[in-house]
């Protein structure tokens, strides 16, 4: 077995950073914020193209410090307050009158959002005009990860990851071909043996990631936030409809988490491999299983790492964003595999784990941020905690079951193209639909 320990940190302290609000409008806020700065004066004229699924994510979300939603309003944040050095933090900084100020922005100057037809999953491009100067920021492929910089003729930043060019940017046959990665060249076991012989120094700033996301949970289930998913469980398991057990438990703090998250509330998370709610996904029910049998600090960072990284080991075949909920098919299976590895499984328990997930929640579609995804999450959730401790039983699902290939490692690599190539029309369909619920033009 190969020692691949130094990149798979790498890897978690790249992918799990705290954010403040839906991952997708906070990016085109960063964006937003870096343009203006190079402005470097009031703003003329603005346009912002985003991918479809940035389009879809931010389109009904709550914006932190509003009441608010979708992208215009993160939009005009980004120019009024705020701050881009902090990244995906850049809206917990705005002050009550700046968010006040962003509003009327909002109402009274033209914002002019625009999906771009390309087939990158993360692309956000700002141009802006202003009475001497124009600015051009763009991000692409993660939600922080800025490609280009320009002000007036001068390229500040040019990583060879954006072609300035419009015609091949918003054509319709515009064909992005996957970057291979170092996920490419690894597989579920080398990623988990590789886990289990971490230090713990090296990824205990995992555990920092508990106390945020439970301090998100805590406050869905103190103010019903949302829709009160998280807080209705609460209620019904007190009310003696629910048990008291490991899957109530993780249901319950995973969706009142995503209830306040997604209401907008101004705290931030851990997120994981770009999104909050992944992050969410990822950690809480492994939080659930400590709080029913508590564990060793180092035992619970090793799980939170082998569920980040799967969880980005799946994220590396099915796209970074997609027409399936992240949180169904990813997070929650990260999760389980860490479950998994909590009750002493073995590596046939986690890869069955991991098997059982594919076989369940493959079919759960995105159709954006909101507040209704505490019900994803909820789902995924429960399902994470079934599948672990039905493989812990030695149950899980045979090979060639549908989707289920003959290894865990194909199984996964055969629900990203489901996922990338074969939901590529219901990603459009689910725009379309979108669009017309909500009066888009």
């Known amino acids: 077995m190969r020692d691949i320990r130094k990149e798979l940190i790498e890897m978690l302290i ?4 705290p954010a403040v609000g839906c991952t997708e409008p906070v990016a085109v806020a960063l964006a937003c914020a870096k343009a203006k700065e190079l402005l470097g004066e009031e703003i003329e004229e603005n346009r912002i193209l ?9 389109m009904c979300v709550g914006i932190p410090g509003t ?58 491009e ?6 001497n100067n124009i600015a051009k920021v763009v991000i692409k492929e993660k939600h922080d990860n800025f490609v280009y910089l320009q002000k007036n003729q001068e390229v500040l930043l040019d990583t060879g990851d954006y072609n300035n060019n419009e015609e091949i940017k918003v054509a319709d046959e515009n064909v992005v071909e996957r970057k291979a990665t170092f996920m490419d060249t690894t597989n579920v076991e080398e990623i988990i043996k590789n886990v289990e012989n971490m230090n713990f120094e090296d990824i205990k700033f995992l555990l920092d990631g508990i106390t945020m996301n439970v301090e998100m949970a805590d406050y869905g289930l103190e103010n019903k936030a949302g829709i009160g998913v998280g807080f209705g469980i609460k209620k019904a398991k007190e009310e003696g409809y629910m048990a008291d057990d490991l899957m109530t438990e993780a249901m319950m703090l995973t969706a009142a988490a995503s209830d306040a998250r997604m209401a907008g509330i101004k705290m931030p998370v851990m997120s994981s491999n770009g999104s909050g709610n992944h992050g969410l996904t990822a950690i809480l ?8 049998f508590p564990q060793s600090e180092e035992r619970l960072a090793k799980a939170l790492a082998i569920s980040h990284l799967i969880t980005g080991y799946i994220k590396n075949y099915t796209g970074r964003l997609s027409a399936v909920c992240g ?47 505490a019900l994803k999450l909820s789902s995924a959730a429960s399902a994470a905690v079934q599948s672990a401790i039905i493989a812990k039983q030695g149950f899980h699902v045979p090979p060639k079951n549908g989707i289920v290939g003959d290894r865990v490692d194909e199984s996964i690599k055969n629900l990203g193209k489901v996922s990338d190539e074969g939901m590529q029309v219901t990603d459009e369909v689910i725009i379309d639909v979108m669009n017309n619920i ?3 033009k």
Not at 126 to 131: N, S
């Open 50 to 58: 985003v991918s479809p699924s940035i389009y879809k994510n931010g």
């Open 438 to 440: 909500n009066k888009v």
């Open 126 to 131: 700002v141009d802006l005009r202003g009475k």
């Open 285 to 292: 029910p492994i939080v659930a299983y400590n709080n029913k």
């Open 67 to 124: 009441d608010r939603l979708g992208l215009k309003i993160a939009v005009a944040m980004g120019f009024v307050g705020g701050h881009s050095e902090n990244g995906l933090t850049v809206l917990e900084t705005l002050s009550q009158d700046e968010v006040e100020e962003s509003e009327r922005y909002m109402d009274t100057q033209p914002i002019n959002v625009v999906p771009a037809q390309t087939k990158d999953k993360v692309f956000i």
């Open 14 to 17: 790249a992918e799990v950073k």
């Open 327 to 373: 949180c169904g098919v990813a997070a929650s299976t990260g999760s389980a595999a860490g479950i998994s590895w909590l009750m002493d499984g073995d590596m046939t328990h986690i890869k069955g784990a991991i098997e059982n997930m594919i076989a369940n929640l493959s079919g759960m579609i995105c159709d954006g941020a909101k507040a209704g995804c």
